[in-house]
DNA sequence: ATCAATGGTAAGCCTCCACTAACGGTAAGC
DNA sequence: GCTTACCGTTAGTGGAGGCTTACCATTGAT
């Protein structure tokens, strides 16, 4: 299969992961600030910023004591061009079988 | 957050849905068709499909003793709009983020 | 009516993983 | 120096869910 799909979509899997994700679509914030946000202990935060790291899905940037994450948008567009192919040869299946008919 | 999104999400997360979906992607196929393909057994192919069809990403059709499932294209048509957004919203916060340095 | 084929469901097990608590490490301010 | 703020990591735990085995229902064939 694809591998960077479906590590993508691990990644994604879980809701607070996605909650972080979504958070941080609006742009960079830092670990105690996603922690804030969420009903989840900052460990935790970071222990997803790691996964999220690893799958290509977020940067870090290191600001005094903080450390500000934010989106990758290469590793977003990588991701998204996945998702794409997938839907396309879902739908594409379908048009073919609709017209057999 | 976005509910359809998330539901979505957590069905395509578990990498034995991800590939019954995949499978179904090629055409209709019925329980024991997917089970044969996959390295699980049969009431285990019928809980993913469960699910992904709570999720609307799936459609069953009965059949003599048979059941024939396939990809709902509604569903993920709808999937793919919500993906759609999430991925416009992120590379906008980039860009917006990237100007205004 | 009996039997074979197909598949949904229940119960139970077991693994994985999300989470917290505790610790150590680094940078800024006093 | 000392303290405060912020963060990553480790160890340990609890719960969620994926899988199998067993059972039952339905359909079609003989």
Redesign the pocket.
């Known amino acids: 299969m694809d591998a960077a799909l479906q590590t993508g979509l ?1 990644a994604l ?5 996605m909650a972080i994700f979504q958070k941080l679509s609006a742009g960079p914030l ?4 996603l ?1 804030g946000m ?14 999220l790291k690893d799958a290509g899905l977020v940067t ?1 940037r ?8 934010a989106l990758d948008p290469e590793g977003v567009a990588r991701l998204r061009a996945h998702f794409d192919a997938l839907w396309d040869r879902s739908l594409h299946a379908f048009q073919v079988a609709a017209e057999k008919r």
Chains 1, 2 share one sequence.
């Open positions: 691990e899997g879980d809701s607070t992961r830092a670990v105690n600030e922690a969420l009903p989840v202990s900052r460990p935790a935060v970071s222990q997803h910023l790691k996964v870090d290191k600001s005094g004591t903080r450390r500000y994450y």
